[in-house]
């Protein structure tokens, strides 16, 4: 089975995808904002897209070692409040986050090229 990583794997989205994905028996590897506890299906990695340092620190960790086979980019950063009672610091950073740090982590350090690699030497 394929080994896949999935981005944003603790709620909604995410976790239904990675339980689908263990489900279906492939190799998840997936990424948290906060250090989740060690399991025996998922191989959890944290990534905080707003911080470059655990981008960085992401996209150097070993988990590259290994090809990946597909890539679900899920992470992001939800804002629940109506648009008129969030605070001025809160709107910015909700579309930063998830559109800078997501780009950060995939065009500065690689993570869908990775992804895209073992992608292409499955499909030769």
Do not use: K, Y
């Not at 809160?90 to 800078?100: E, K, L, M, N, V």
Request: with cysteine; glycine share 10%.
């Amino acid at each position: 089975m394929a080994r896949i990583l999935v981005t944003g794997g603790t709620a909604g989205i995410g976790q239904a995808v990675v339980a689908q994905l263990i489900a279906e028996g492939h190799s998840v590897i997936a990424t948290s904002r906060h250090q989740q506890t060690a399991s025996a299906q998922i191989e959890w990695h944290q990534l905080d897209l707003g911080s470059q340092a655990n981008v960085h620190q992401f996209c150097q960790s070993t988990l590259w070692d290994t090809p990946i086979d597909g890539v679900f980019n899920n992470a992001g950063f939800g804002l629940i409040a109506p648009i008129e009672s969030a605070s001025e610091e809160a709107i910015p950073r909700r579309c930063c986050q998830s559109f800078d740090g997501a780009a950060s982590a995939e065009i500065n350090l690689g993570v869908d090229r990775a992804g895209l690699v073992g992608l292409e030497e499955a499909l030769v």
